[in-house]
């Protein structure tokens, strides 16, 4: 599923990235996909893409990927795994 948090934060400049992180292992420990805010009408090639629209509950996240792609070439990109002892 693709899920955007910008929507729900706005641009923080710096904090971004952080704010994106954040929110993926919030997700990851609660159990939840936060939806994709403001979103009314999707491009006809995103149409078959798997865009959360609405939260969804109960759905066990045991990796996720956090994308940061920021102003004049800061990009970065996580990959947060659950940790089973």
């Given at each position: ?46 149409k078959d893409m798997p865009i959360v ?16 792609f920021g102003f004049g070439g800061t ?11």
């Amino acid at each position: 599923p693709i899920s955007s948090t910008k929507s729900l934060s706005g641009h923080s400049l710096g904090a971004a990235g952080v704010h994106e992180a954040i929110y993926c292992l919030l997700m990851m420990e609660h159990n939840f996909i936060a939806a994709s805010a403001n979103i009314e009408t999707l491009d006809d090639g995103a149409k078959d893409m798997p865009i959360v629209r609405e939260i969804r509950k109960n759905v066990q996240l045991n990796r996720v990927l956090s994308n940061s792609f920021g102003f004049g070439g800061t990009n970065a990109s996580l990959v947060f795994q659950r940790y089973e002892a």
